[in-house]
C-alpha cells in the first residue's frame, strides 16, 4: 500500500547469501524524505548488495524492502520509476553523446520527444555539462562522467535517488564537484541514500549515518551523536622518550581505556568517556609520575575514530 507518512526508504530484516558468504545478515534502515542517509562501510560491507535489492536487481533470501511505501519485491516495476539511481560503477554508455544518453533513458521513462529532450537539455546544465553534451561519454573525465551519471538517475525526477559510492576512484577535484552536485540534489528536495566508504564524505553530505559492516548495522545517528558516543581523546606529549611508559599509565589510570602510544612522537592518546574530568585525573597523575607533559589536550572523537572503533570491535566478536 501506498502511503504519504511513510518513510521513503524502509528496510527490516534483511538478510542476503552467496554461496558460504554472509552479505546481509539481517539489516534495518530508514531514510525520511527529503533527508540524506550515509550507508558508510569498508569494502565487502554489504553495500552494494542492499542497493541492489533496494533497486529490484537482487531478492533478499528475507526481510523486506519498502521504498515510498512501494514492496520492492512484490512491485519492483513501481519502484523502478520511484528510484533512481546510480550505482558504484558507470552506466552510461561511453559510445553514446551526454545528451543521447539522457534523452535515451527519458524515452525508456515513456515521455514524449519534446519532454526527453528539455529533460536531457536541463539536466545537462544543472550538471555543468552542455558544452560536451554532443561529445561521446567516453571522452569526458572521470568527473564529467560521473555528474552525467548523476544526471542519468534524475532523469524523471525521482523522489528518491541511490549512489552507490559516487565519488570512489575519483580525484579530489572531481570528488568535490560530485559533492556540489549531491549537494543540489539534496536542495532539490530528493531523498537520497548514498553509500561510501569516505568518513569526510558521509560527514559533509549525509543528515544520518548509518554504519554497516560485514552485513550488520554497528551504529547509526548523525555526525555529532557519532562523535559522542565515541567519548573524547585524551593526547599527550612528552618531553622525553623515557618517559612513554609512566605517561601511558597515568593515561590508563585517568581514563580507564587502553592508551595507543606513538614512539615517534611522544604521544599517548586514549579514550574518555568522561572528557574533562579524565583531562584533570591525568593532569595529576603525570604530575605525581614526574612526567614532562609538552602539551596535553582533549579532543573530540572524529568520525575516523568513531568508524575504527566500531569496525574493529565488530570484527573482534565477530572472530
Ligand atoms: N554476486 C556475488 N557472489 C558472491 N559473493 C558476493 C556477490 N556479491 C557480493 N558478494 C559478497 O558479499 C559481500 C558484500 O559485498 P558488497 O555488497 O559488494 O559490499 P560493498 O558494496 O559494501 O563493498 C562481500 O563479501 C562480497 O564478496
Ligand atoms: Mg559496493
Redesign the pocket.
Known sequence: MHTQTAPAVAAQGLRKK??E?H?LCGVDLQVSPGEVLGLL?P????????VKILTTLLKPDSGQVFANGWNVTAEPEKVRFTIGVAG?YSTVDGTLTGFENLYLIAKLRGVGRRTARRTADDLLSRFRLSAVAGRPASTYSGGMRRRLDLAAALVGSPPVVVLDEPTTGLDLESRLDTWDAVGELVAGGTTVLL?TQYLEEADRLADRITVIDR?RVVAEGTSDELKAAAGNRLVACVAEDHQLDAAARAAAQATGTAPTVDRRTRRVEAVAADGPAALGRALTALQDAGVEVLEIGLSRSTLNDVFLGLTSRARQTAA
Open positions: 552467496f554461496q558468504s552479505a562501510g569494502n565487502g560491507a554489504g553495500k552494494t548488495t542492499l558504484q553509500t552485513g
